[in-house]
């Protein structure tokens, strides 16, 4: 079945947490209800609840209503909910309920992600996938990187995206990507102080960003604006980015920087461990992060991922002589310069 409708938050990283009890309650009360009032037809109320962006997206509150009159053509009524759950993602609380419909075999998909006023920032009703799909295909499964390659930063960052299945790390479905990684500052659970409205509530943002390695820069991007939290620009995917050529086919791509923040240009000689520029928002990214890849030529979106193995970082506290940070990891340098 075609998806009938698909206006979730395009979140270039996101963090799941546990929020907190009184706030899992007022989310499962307003995702039940909203839910209620879709099928139901009350339509006009949640078009006034959205955020502009969500509003902009559906276009109208016509265009609303007739993807509601899709869902109930393709799906019918709700019979049963099978399970409603709570988490947090880049400052939004976001309500996930399974449920089956009377036209559909499978398990359906109803998600509401609501921002910190409340405002519902991200919608959809889709099948729920039975068998998910897999990860790009690689030639470089067994691959070993041959840059002496440290981590980008100084800071404790955690692990957003990384891994090589695709429950660790949503990169691993494009093989240009397959093996990149998503990293933000957590402070007790959160990627941000405040109400995450402004770039400089989240704790990575304008924090230094390194070379991982020694390297030429093959390419240096600046000039694209830093994002409002919550918003993403698509036409420049990596926003302000730095290519490094490692030598021995490998490059490495670190994107997103802080506008005006690079310190390097093209033709730039740089050593391992070196200030490139700021952690920032720019690009196809909702919130200040760093997302780092290597990858086997210099162009991004043309060259395949490689494996990134880092030597001497801490994850978890453990130290790691040489290896991959995974989703869920807390990781930094072993010792000041990595």
């Known amino acids: 079945m075609r998806a009938a409708l698909a206006l979730l938050l395009a979140l270039a990283a996101v963090v799941p947490a546990l929020p907190a009890a009184a706030q899992v309650a007022d989310a499962e ?12 037809g009350r339509t006009d109320g949640i078009w006034d609840r959205m955020t502009p962006q969500m509003q902009s997206a559906l276009r109208s509150r016509e265009n609303l209503a007739a993807s509601r009159e899709q869902i109930r053509q393709q799906l019918g009524v709700e019979t049963e909910v099978l399970e409603r759950t709570v988490s947090s993602a880049q400052g939004h609380t976001v309500y996930l309920r399974r449920a089956r419909f009377e036209k559909l075999p499978m398990v359906v998909l109803v998600q509401w992600a609501f921002d910190a006023e409340g405002k519902v920032g991200g919608f959809f009703i889709r099948p729920e996938q039975s068998e998910p799909p897999a990860p790009a295909p690689s030639k470089y499964l067994d691959y070993q990187t041959r840059a002496d390659l440290r ?37 007790d659970g959160a990627t941000h102080a405040g109400d995450g409205r402004s770039n400089e509530d989240y704790h990575c943002f304008g924090r230094p960003v ?53 310190q390097v240009k093209a033709g730039d000689s740089v050593a391992a461990g070196q ?9 196809n990214s909702s919130e200040p992060h760093i997302h780092y890849q290597l990858q086997d030529g210099p162009r991004f979106g043309e060259a395949a991922g490689l494996p990134a193995q880092f030597r001497n970082y801490r994850a978890d506290g453990e130290v790691v002589a040489r290896g991959e940070p995974a989703k869920g990891q807390h990781i930094r340098p072993a010792a000041p310069g990595g």
Request: overall charge negative.
């Open 151 to 187: 981590l980008p930063f100084e800071d404790e960052f955690f692990v957003v995206w990384g891994g090589r299945s695709l429950e660790q790390n949503r990169h691993a479905a494009d093989a240009n990507q397959r093996f990149a990684l998503d990293l933000v500052i957590l402070r």
């Open 275 to 283: 200030q490139l520029g700021e952690c920032g928002n720019s690009g």
């Open 29 to 40: 009360q307003a995702g039940d209800q909203l839910s209620t009032d879709f099928y139901e």
């Open 210 to 262: 390194l070379a991982p390695a020694t390297g030429t820069v093959v390419e240096a991007l600046d000039g694209v604006e830093d994002n409002v939290p919550g918003e993403t620009n698509r036409e420049q995917l990596t926003g302000n980015r730095v290519i490094l050529d490692h030598g021995n086919g490998e490059f490495s791509v670190l994107a997103h920087f802080r506008k005006g923040s690079l």
